[in-house]
């Protein structure tokens, strides 16, 4: 695991990104997919979806918005994933049957200075 802080943040955040996301039928394929563009940070099959997901990890301050972790998914994220999402798709195969439909969801992890988490927000088909 890393010594820098907020990658061990961030590996957190996608541990539970990961356990909800099977807690709800979906198959983890692979994590952490790195692309000259940055990162793909989890992609995950169920029946009906190829799902790719953008996981944000906070530390809950009193300067954080409303949005919480979730706000930090702007309009260059999002297309920076989508451009990731498909060179996982020219380079990796789905094994099995390929669901039928893509989706793109964000999910935000927020923790507490004492390390506890304090939410988890999935928003589904999120761009």
């Known amino acids: 695991m890393s010594a820098d802080p907020r990658r061990r943040l961030g590996d957190r955040g996608e541990r ?20 000259r563009r940055g990162e793909l940070d989890v992609v995950a099959r169920n029946e009906r ?16 918005g409303p949005l ?9 994220k999002r297309r920076r994933v989508r ?3 498909t060179e996982w798709l ?5 094994p099995g049957p390929r669901p039928p439909e893509l989706r ?3 999910i ?7 390390g506890r988490m304090t939410a988890l ?4 088909d999120a761009f």
């Open 90 to 94: 020219a380079t990796r195969r789905v």
């Open 83 to 85: 451009l990731m999402a």
């Open 104 to 106: 793109f969801d964000a």
């Open 68 to 76: 919480g972790p979730l706000a930090a998914i702007g309009p260059r």
């Open 108 to 114: 935000g992890v927020e923790f507490d200075s004492a």
């Open 16 to 35: 539970l990104a990961c356990k909800h996301l099977e807690a709800r039928g979906f198959e983890v394929l692979e994590r952490n997919f790195r692309t």
């Open 121 to 124: 927000e999935h928003l589904e």
């Open 49 to 64: 979806f190829l799902l790719f997901c953008e996981v944000k990890t906070r530390i809950l301050s009193e300067a954080a």
